[in-house]
């Protein structure tokens, strides 16, 4: 089945810097890239979808400017936390889609949990 | 606006039993329904999907049926194994809008030996 890696696993990091986290799809082109969030005991909440070549498209409540999110080539999205805060702390999953109308599935990653202090 | 529902939080169920995992949605113009297998700390893995045209999709020990009328899907394993223990979601599309899935809250399964 197709793979989709992130990088990396875990991290860890101080308020205010910023961190970059890689959604690599490993044996196909992905042309549409999603990142989600997932908070505590709660569903996987879609931040961004990324289509190859173009900007992502954000919604409604994900800060654009906070969380940059790039869609570089067919087969790597990286999303940038920007000045972090505490409060971005959570469980971060790419997942990536292949061509085709109809192609529904996604792929998922096997998530990022970022740590602000 | 939550337009999957999962009202489940959790499930016990004994070895060797069926498990029965329920999902509603709000919005009709879903068509493209989806279970995913979560466990902690891991990236959901896609188990069984059903496309509006069906009522019923098997797949091995899995089962999803899907109530159109009644806005209700669910997912069916028998019999229930201790590796099937994890976190079930299930997610809708609409085929006209293609990209965005909406997720279910999800469903803690335990399957006691």
């Known amino acids: 089945g197709a793979v989709v890696s992130q990088h990396p696993s875990r991290v860890i990091c101080k308020s205010g810097t910023s961190v970059k986290i890689e959604c690599r799809s490993l044996?196909?082109?992905?042309?549409?890239m999603f990142w989600y969030r997932q908070f505590p005991k709660q569903s996987l909440m879609l931040m961004a979808t990324?289509?190859?070549?173009?900007?992502?498209?954000?919604e409604q409540g994900v800060e654009k400017d906070k969380f940059l999110i790039n869609h570089a080539s067919l087969t790597l999205s990286t999303l940038t936390v920007t000045s972090a805060h505490p409060e971005d702390s959570s469980f971060y999953i790419c997942?990536?889609?292949?061509?085709?109308?109809?192609?529904?599935?996604?792929?998922f990653g096997p998530g990022t949990r970022l740590t602000v202090t | 606006d939550q337009q999957v529902k999962q009202n489940s939080p959790s499930l016990s169920v004994q070895e060797g039993r069926i498990s029965i995992l329920n999902c509603d949605y709000t919005?009709?113009?879903?068509?493209?329904f989806l279970w995913y297998k979560k466990y902690p700390a891991e990236g959901p893995t896609f188990l069984i999907s059903?496309?509006?045209?069906?009522d019923k999709n098997e797949d091995g020990r899995f089962t999803v049926f899907l109530n159109k009328s009644a806005k209700h899907l669910s997912l069916h394993i028998v019999p229930s194994q201790p590796g099937d223990s994890a976190v079930y979601f299930c997610?809708?599309?609409?085929?006209?809008?293609?990209?965005?899935?909406?997720f279910g809250t999800g469903t803690s399964l335990t399957v006691i030996p």
């Open positions: 997942s990536a889609r292949g061509g085709g109308t109809d192609s529904y599935e996604q792929y």
């Open positions: 990324s289509n190859e070549g173009s900007k992502a498209t954000y």
């Open positions: 997610a809708a599309s609409r085929g006209d809008t293609g990209n965005q899935f909406y």
């Open positions: 059903i496309s509006s045209i069906k």
């Open positions: 919005n009709s113009m879903f068509d493209y």
């Open positions: 044996d196909f082109q992905a042309t549409t």
